[in-house]
């Protein structure tokens, strides 16, 4: 039997075991504390939950940089131009790289009929709703490789910097690839997220959509390997309870940034509100002939219809007397196209946009009344006019934009609150859950072509700013 500890031993170990014992609590308190002063709220006493500092918060640029790369390596045109067209074979395989980054930073990964991919991790109340974020990868013709990209490899980086902060989230966080933002191939923007959000339009759409190749949009998608057809797609949609919030990291695709940081660098767009977008086809018909026989006053030119009518929407637009209110002419083709043939069809495709949605319809109300003038004036056939999307604006949620200001303040960046004139899938998670997101500068504004550049350091500070945006919504 060992012998009794005298006394003043006993007492001594007591003494030295409650200090370290009140210096550990002491030291968890402290680390809660300053998380609960940031998020404003409550934080769970899990063990892995630390401070986030605005040291603690590591991005890895170099392998950031290098993802970003590799992604634009999948392109149907040579670099520095990315070519990246739905369910295609680069986007089939884009794909396949997203999903193996999600896996390799330990997310539980799915897909649904449609290709929307999603990689969650888990929080310590699984059963809450998720915080989600993301953005899309398919790519124009001849674009760069920012636009979207950013958003997606952002988000993944933003979980990988959380992780290598010890930071532990309450609420489960998602990452999100949306299936074709841009419309290139079948004419519906923002198909994934329409989706997503239930819209009935999008799925009717589908059922008739075919690309240049008059290829039907479910041959397309069971080329790459999703088998789905017209019943499978409101199995796609979400409910409203799926999620708490959600975030966008995106470039800005405009100057402001860049242009307001020549006096006083502004590292962050926040954004306010999202443009209501609206896109219209219009079709003319007229006789045609020769450009030599037929003499001017016996024409009937479906191809000035078409000119004329491109800078009825240019008056309009600018009649609105807001800086807001856009419109572009993006097509125009003439049949049969010959420089010694007067065209007999002509084919326009008209995007117009504003934050104030009454203020957009009164412009499309304007261009049709202008367009049956013309067609009455010119003696031509006003055979088409379509709209085909004419979506509301929408805004972002309060708490994440003062959410978003607060991380930007934590970390020392400058921040301007801004509206996003392009629309991005973020306008339709809007109808699932609130909203809001992050612009980062970009060179010169460019976007859609080549040129476009988003630096490092503002790509990893909007990661910053996603990733304790991410950490304080997913413990509300």
Not at 190 to 206: F, H, I, Q, T, W
Not at 271 to 276: K, N, P, S
Not at 407 to 427: E, G
């Amino acid at each position: 039997m060992s012998p009794i500890p005298p006394l003043p031993f006993l007492l001594l170990f007591l003494l030295v075991s409650s200090l370290s014992a009140i210096s550990a609590a002491s030291h968890e308190d402290a680390t809660r504390r300053t998380m609960e002063e940031f998020s404003g709220y409550p934080i769970h006493p899990h063990p892995s939950v630390l401070s986030l500092s605005p040291s603690s918060l590591s991005v890895d640029a170099v392998g950031l940089q290098r993802q970003i790369d590799e992604l634009a390596a999948f392109s149907d045109t040579p670099a520095p131009s990315v070519t990246r067209i739905l369910y295609s074979e680069k986007d089939v395989l884009a794909r396949s790289y997203i999903k193996s980054l999600m896996k390799e930073a330990a997310l539980s990964v799915r897909e649904d009929a449609v290709g929307n991919i999603f990689g969650r991790w888990n929080g310590y109340e699984a059963g809450l709703p998720a915080v989600a974020t993301g953005s899309h990868i398919d790519a124009i013709p001849f674009s760069g490789k920012y636009d979207g990209v950013v958003g997606v490899l952002g988000a993944l980086e933003a979980i990988n910097t959380l992780k290598r902060s010890n930071f532990q989230p309450r609420r489960s966080l998602e990452v999100i690839m949306f299936t074709s933002e841009e419309p290139t191939r079948f004419g519906i923007s923002c198909l994934g997220s329409r989706l997503l959000a239930g819209s009935e339009a999008a799925a009717a759409a589908l059922k008739q959509a075919v690309d240049g190749q008059n290829i039907s949009f479910f041959d397309a998608a069971k080329s790459a390997g999703y088998k789905i057809c017209q019943e499978d797609l409101p199995n796609v949609s979400l409910t409203k309870e799926s999620y708490s919030a959600f975030l966008e990291l995106h470039i800005e695709q405009g100057p402001i940034l860049e242009e307001e940081g020549r006096s006083f660098y502004v590292s962050i767009g926040i954004v306010t509100a999202i443009a209501a977008p609206a896109s219209i086809k219009v079709g003319f018909e007229g006789n045609g002939g020769h450009a030599g026989a037929v003499l001017m006053p016996a024409r009937n030119d479906a191809g000035l219809a078409a000119a004329e009518l491109a800078l009825a929407v240019e008056k309009h637009v600018l009649a609105s007397g807001s800086i807001d209110t856009v419109g572009t002419v993006g097509i125009l083709e003439l049949h049969p196209g010959a420089i010694n043939s007067i065209p007999s069809r002509s084919h326009l495709e008209i995007d117009t946009r504003d934050i104030d949605e009454k203020r957009r319809n009164t412009v499309i109300e304007k261009i049709q009344h202008s367009a049956s003038k013309i067609a009455k004036d010119r003696g031509v056939k006003l055979s088409q006019f379509t709209v085909v999307n004419q979506d509301p604006p929408a805004l972002c949620d309060e708490s994440i934009i003062n959410a978003m200001e607060a991380a930007s303040r934590h970390l020392n960046l400058s921040h301007k609150l801004m509206i996003s004139r392009a629309y991005h899938d973020s306008l339709f998670m809007a109808r699932i859950s609130p909203m809001g997101m992050i612009f980062i500068p970009c060179y010169k504004g460019y976007s859609h072509k080549p040129e476009e550049y988003a630096s490092m350091e503002d790509i990893a500070n909007g990661v910053k700013v996603l990733a304790l945006t991410l950490a304080k919504l997913s413990l509300d």
